[in-house]
């Protein structure tokens, strides 16, 4: 993603009116340029050089110059390349780099401030292309278990942390009952598939179309579900502040092919005992065999390369 600043030029002339502002126009101030580190070149393996760049990112930023928070041409930008470029990275980098980065913006408070805010904005929020938990997580425990951030600056990041720790990748989903059509319940964990797709959502979803138009169109998921190793269960879950429209969900039933496990929270249990972390609608889980996470909060193209790969290996 490319920031983009528009500047609007303007001149104050104090003379005279029909006098020429002339030669007394100020000279702009230049555009400031992120200076990146240089790699030794010493260093030629690319696992080393990428290591290097991560952790010496940030060499050249004053961390003290508050006045660069108001400059995201520079300082955002040079967050949204950092971000992009730390999967290059081997993981210990990717924790001592972040640790780093926090580490150094914590020296003022201002700044501090603006780094958590970025590293939120754009790897946290569900509607940013950069979103990754994964990632989010080392800043977010950086945080928490620092021993120089007070305990109240701490309280949202706490919370953040709990709901991170929620059905995250590597570990077991959190199981609940669900209801068909028919009346019919049953338990998620009992569904015996080699993956599957748990597709949370509210049939008033303004965006769930588009992303059930992106399973229906992959190939990768329709040879999954053509091939028996992959099944579907789509959940409606009403929220603890609405009713639940069991007659607009009966009539949603129509947009889901009938292979699929279609239900809905009946008890709104995964609402109520926050089973699962709802901040936004519709959300999907890929799970495996055992019911372990593989990715949380996916999206059509990160189901498709991790399934993708998983079918092109050997059945031995």
């Known amino acids: ?73 520079y300082t955002e930008q040079a967050f949204v390349d950092y971000i992009d470029f730390l999967p290059h990275a081997s993981y210990a980098t990717v924790v001592s780099s972040v640790g780093q980065t926090l580490s150094n913006a914590l020296k003022n408070k201002k700044m501090f401030e603006h780094f958590t805010d970025l590293f939120e904005k754009y790897l946290y929020d569900p509607n940013s292309q950069f979103r990754n938990e994964e990632l989010y997580a080392l800043a977010v425990e950086y945080v928490v278990t620092s021993k120089q951030i007070d305990e109240v600056d701490k309280m949202r990041f706490t919370y953040q942390w709990q709901q991170i720790q929620k059905n995250r990748q590597g570990t077991i989903a959190n199981d609940f009952n669900y209801t068909l059509v028919n009346g019919t319940q049953g338990k998620m964990h009992r569904i015996q598939a080699n993956y599957l797709l748990v597709f949370l959502y509210d049939p008033g979803c303004g965006t769930c179309g588009e992303i059930l138009q992106g399973i229906y169109s992959s190939p990768v998921i329709t040879e999954a579900f053509n091939r028996g190793i992959l099944k579907m269960l789509a959940v409606y879950v009403p929220r603890d502040n609405e009713s639940q429209d069991i007659a607009g969900w009966e009539l949603y039933q129509s947009t889901f092919p009938k292979n699929w496990i279609s239900a809905y929270d009946a008890l709104q249990a995964i609402e109520r005992e926050k089973l699962y972390d709802l901040r936004a609608l519709p959300t999907m889980y890929l799970l495996d065999d055992l019911k372990r996470v593989l990715i949380k909060d996916a999206t059509v193209p990160q189901i498709d390369y991790l399934l993708g790969y998983e079918m092109q290996k050997p059945p031995f």
């Open 1 to 73: 993603m490319k920031l983009v600043t528009l500047i609007g030029l303007g001149l104050l002339c104090m003379a005279p009116v029909m006098t020429s502002c002339g030669g007394n126009t100020p000279k702009q101030d230049p555009v400031k340029t992120f200076v990146h580190a240089s790699i030794p070149a010493m260093l030629i393996n690319p696992q080393e050089r990428a290591d290097y760049y991560a952790m010496h990112y940030w060499d050249h930023f004053d961390f003290a110059d508050t006045s660069l928070i108001n400059q995201p041409a």
